[in-house]
């Protein structure tokens, strides 16, 4: 008995160092594609890769909350007619905390750290285009950037819970493609 509840205390540490792990590696991967693709991007370009990151974020937060709100009933029945994905979307259903902490705070955070990065880079180059220093341009821009991306988490929420079985069974399905055996 003393070996499981030793394994039990041990997990939650477990879990903190893989989601450190990975947030470490998808955070520099993330960073180094946006500052690649930022050295010598004019504001069209910058405005681009911030959408990006915005949408990216939202769609996360999506499935995030999705698998927290799917009813497993339908998948495990698409899953005996062997539907493609069905068997994965149940996986992501059992592991609906992990999944659901890796797409809401890991993805989530490091899309909105990204996004305040693109930001400044956004901010900067208007300020210089427009020779001022002003922060109005900077509020501005950041004031967007959070309506943007809260008011599209929040529309999403609704449509996260009303369509989570579907939502999972789609990502169930883009997993399937990575899938083999």
């Known amino acids: 008995m003393k070996k499981q509840e030793q394994k039990r205390s041990a997990s939650p540490y477990r879990w903190a160092a893989t989601v450190f792990l990975i947030a470490v590696t998808l955070s520099g991967a993330l960073s180094l594609a946006s500052q690649?693709?930022?050295?010598?991007?004019?504001?069209?370009?910058?405005?681009?890769?911030?959408v990006i990151f915005i949408v990216l974020g939202i769609v996360f937060d999506v499935i995030g909350m999705a698998v927290t709100a799917a009813d497993p009933r339908p998948l495990h029945s698409m899953a005996a007619h062997k539907e493609k994905g069905a068997k994965e979307a149940l996986a992501l259903l059992k592991n609906a905390s992990h999944v659901s902490s890796i797409c809401n705070d890991v993805v989530g955070d490091i899309c909105g750290i990204v996004s305040g990065v693109t930001a400044a880079v956004i901010v900067s180059q208007l300020q210089a285009a427009l020779h001022t220093g002003t922060i109005f341009i900077g509020v501005a821009v950041t004031a967007l950037i959070s309506g943007l991306t809260i008011g599209g988490k929040a529309l999403s929420k609704t449509f996260a819970i009303r369509e989570a079985t579907r939502v999972v069974h789609w990502v169930g399905r883009f997993l399937h493609l990575f899938h083999r055996g």
């Open 36 to 50: 690649s693709l930022l050295s010598g991007a004019g504001v069209i370009l910058a405005s681009v890769i911030l």
